[in-house]
């Protein structure tokens, strides 16, 4: 045991060393953060980790996740330690090209699940995780994540232990680097290990407060922590910010800042010298994920013209379908499950089903973490709520991850909930992720085409459905595709074309008739894809058109439909058609559908007036 407690001293030197290399070669980066984390590492990888690094997408691999992103000094001197990275690797650290980059992240690293640096996300991410080894792969791997302390200020970090709790995730173990010190001073509870430790007791938590730095009492809490049958472990450790060297330790003004090369190479010596220790990281048991069903064949739900139905009615009754076809498919909500029609799936396939009640941030994050997980992951509520949980569809996209979501009750059309609920800015948002898909059916059987297309796409995607049920548009025959858009009225003598997307493109259809009525003719454009957009349509369209386009859109005027057919026609260095926008402009109150469309001017009487003031 001597041996061993001196092995791992010996690595924790190690990897502090390392950390002050890697960030003085690069002039930049958090060596202090990565320092104080040290010895825990040290213990974790020599015995506790178990991993294959040369199997990164091995079943039973567990899963080790830096939350506190920043402290990736010393996650990548493990890598060399590990012996997956070179020295040489190590030392072009947050260089132009090198895959370590200065927060963790998955583009560039195999055994990384997920970008961090935006704090509060690892361990809500690593919930989703351990929810997938605990309930669907049913394998016995572990889900390890490390945890700054100023990061214990995130709000989703506590709907994180909330759920793991909920969940009895005993496979998941919090590491609380306590180092007291945050980017400009003290954190908000110093060093009061008792108060985090209450407050994870509170949340359900095994919490063991232990020093550090004292391996013999992290291997010990570790121990303990595997123990646990039917809880989450958090260990509060007391550490040091800048660990091991007199210039650092414990010393405000450090976060963020490197070494120089006079001030490493004293901090290296006291820290006894570099060293190139390589630990055999034990490798999981070679076991495979529980079976989640056998696939069979898709057959997605069928809505008879000349009837109504809501796109979120069946958005639910597709993920059904979709969810027979593929038995990886997960499906998440968060406490209204009734409202956005995912309750459907939950009636069929609850063994899937993950209620994340009201904490929208911990549903996206375990979405991603099944993603980790290679599942199929759909969450869903209202379209508002998801602006909550930006930041974390904004670092999916970051981590790679494929997240579908859907948000419901879009609109001014929702009615007399009033504007609290009423999503405005929802396209705006996801239009804004990088590489996103955006998508807003008009028709249920466009809707369950969607969804399927969904499961197999990339990236973040987001469907937007509508509350009030609406006429059934195409048979189930008709295909989909990302990108398209649909000429519901078309003729060879149309004035004006009106471009729309789920309730208004009904209104336009109205308008369509009264304007016909009338003898004038319009063209009227399903954008069911708001992004990638149809661009060919759109030039076809203002070609054919007189170059008049209208766009009418549930919605606030900025960043939605007709921005995004504005957009169709940037950069082409051709003349631009006129498009006028119909949109949301000012803040609405409570009433009934229409009567609030109306008010807005989205409805097909202001359409039928805007087409005529074009003309």
């Known amino acids: 045991m001597a041996d061993q407690i001196q092995d791992w001293k010996a690595l924790g030197a190690q990897l502090r060393i390392d950390s002050i290399r890697c960030t003085t070669a690069a002039g930049s980066g958090h060596p202090t953060s990565s320092m104080s984390a040290a010895d825990l590492m040290a213990v974790l990888m020599s015995k506790y980790l178990k991993y294959d690094w040369d199997s990164p997408k091995k079943p039973n691999n567990d899963h080790l996740i830096f939350s506190k992103g920043h402290a990736c000094p010393v996650l990548y001197s493990m890598y060399k330690a590990a012996g997956a990275i070179t020295d040489d690797e190590l030392l072009t650290l947050r260089q132009l090209g090198s895959r370590l980059e200065g927060h963790p992240n998955p583009h560039t690293l195999p055994w990384v699940d997920v970008a961090t640096g935006s704090l509060g996300q690892g361990l809500p991410i690593g919930v989703g995780i351990a929810l997938d080894g605990k309930y669907v792969d049913k394998l016995p791997f572990r889900v390890w994540v490390l945890l700054g302390d100023s990061e214990m200020a995130e709000?989703?970090?506590?709907?994180?232990?909330?759920?793991?709790?909920?969940?009895?995730?005993?496979?998941?173990?919090?590491?609380?680097?306590?180092?007291?010190?945050?980017?400009?001073?003290?954190?908000?509870?110093?060093?009061?290990?008792?108060?985090?430790?209450?407050?994870?007791?509170?949340?359900?938590?095994?919490?063991?407060?232990?020093?550090?730095?004292?391996?013999?009492?992290?291997?010990?809490?570790?121990?303990?922590?595997?123990?646990?049958?039917?809880?989450?472990?958090?260990?509060?450790?007391?550490?040091?910010?800048?660990?091991?060297?007199?210039?650092?330790?414990n010393k405000d003004g450090w976060h963020g800042k490197a070494l120089n090369a006079e001030q490493a190479a004293v901090a290296i010596v006291e820290l006894g010298g570099e060293r190139n220790i390589i630990i055999a990281v034990q490798k999981p048991e070679d076991l495979k994920p529980a079976s989640t069903g056998t696939a069979q064949p898709l057959k997605l739900p069928v809505y008879d013209l000349g009837t109504k139905e809501a796109t979120r009615k069946a958005y639910g009754d597709a993920l059904v379908a979709v969810g027979a076809n593929r038995p990886e498919v997960v499906v998440l909500d968060a406490e209204v499950s009734n409202s956005t029609h995912a309750e459907e799936f939950k009636k069929v396939y609850p063994e899937r089903f993950f209620e994340m009640f009201i904490a929208e941030q911990q549903m996206v994050s375990a979405a991603a973490g099944f993603g980790v997980r290679q599942k199929v992951a759909f969450a869903s509520t209202f379209s508002a709520f998801f602006t909550r949980a930006f930041d974390q569809i904004r670092m999916g996209a970051i981590s790679n991850s494929n997240l579908r979501l859907c948000g419901s009750h879009a609109g001014?059309?929702?009615?007399?909930?009033?504007?609290?609920?009423?999503?405005?800015?929802?396209?705006?948002?996801?239009?804004?992720?990088?590489?996103?898909?955006?998508?807003?059916?008009?028709?249920?059987?466009?809707?369950?085409?969607?969804?399927?297309?969904?499961?197999?796409?990339?990236?973040?995607?987001?469907?937007?459905?509508?509350?009030?049920?609406?006429?059934?548009?195409?048979?189930?025959?008709?295909?989909?595709?990302?990108?398209?858009?649909?000429?519901?009225?078309?003729?060879?003598?149309?004035?004006?074309?009106?471009?729309?997307?789920?309730?208004?493109?009904?209104?336009?259809?109205?308008?369509?008739?009264?304007?016909?009525?009338?003898?004038?003719?319009?063209?009227?454009?399903?954008?069911?894809?708001?992004?990638?957009?149809?661009?060919?349509?759109?030039?076809?369209?203002?070609?054919?058109?007189?170059?008049?386009?209208?766009?009418?859109?549930?919605?606030?005027?900025?960043?939605?439909?007709?921005?995004?057919?504005?957009?169709?026609?940037?950069?082409?260095?051709?003349?631009?058609?006129?498009?006028?926008?119909?949109?949301?402009?000012?803040?609405?109150?409570?009433?009934?559908?229409?009567?609030?469309?109306?008010?807005?001017?989205?409805?097909?009487?202001?359409?039928?007036?805007?087409?005529?003031?074009?003309?």
């Open 155 to 249: 709000g989703s970090i506590w709907e994180a232990f909330d759920k793991a709790s909920h969940y009895n995730l005993n496979n998941l173990i919090a590491i609380l680097d306590m180092n007291r010190l945050g980017q400009r001073g003290e954190t908000d509870l110093g060093w009061n290990s008792a108060v985090y430790a209450a407050r994870a007791r509170a949340f359900g938590w095994h919490a063991i407060e232990l020093d550090g730095h004292d391996v013999t009492a992290i291997d010990d809490a570790y121990t303990e922590a595997l123990a646990q049958t039917d809880k989450p472990t958090v260990l509060v450790a007391k550490t040091e910010k800048g660990h091991g060297a007199s210039l650092t330790a």
């Open 412 to 615: 001014v059309s929702i009615g007399e909930d009033g504007p609290s609920q009423m999503a405005l800015e929802d396209m705006a948002m996801m239009r804004a992720v990088c590489g996103s898909t955006v998508l807003y059916p008009s028709d249920p059987n466009q809707t369950a085409q969607l969804v399927d297309i969904m499961a197999g796409l990339p990236g973040i995607s987001f469907l937007r459905t509508t509350r009030e049920k609406l006429p059934v548009l195409y048979s189930p025959d008709e295909k989909f595709r990302v990108g398209g858009s649909r000429e519901v009225k078309k003729s060879d003598n149309d004035k004006v074309a009106v471009i729309a997307g789920g309730i208004t493109l009904h209104e336009s259809l109205k308008a369509y008739e009264t304007l016909k009525a009338e003898g004038i003719n319009i063209r009227v454009i399903d954008l069911y894809s708001v992004k990638p957009v149809d661009s060919e349509t759109l030039h076809r369209a203002a070609a054919e058109c007189g170059g008049n386009l209208i766009t009418v859109e549930d919605h606030w005027i900025e960043g939605g439909i007709g921005d995004a057919v504005l957009e169709a026609f940037a950069g082409f260095g051709e003349k631009s058609p006129t498009v006028v926008k119909l949109a949301v402009t000012k803040l609405p109150g409570s009433g009934k559908p229409a009567e609030l469309m109306n008010v807005c001017g989205i409805d097909a009487e202001h359409i039928v007036e805007a087409v005529k003031r074009v003309l």
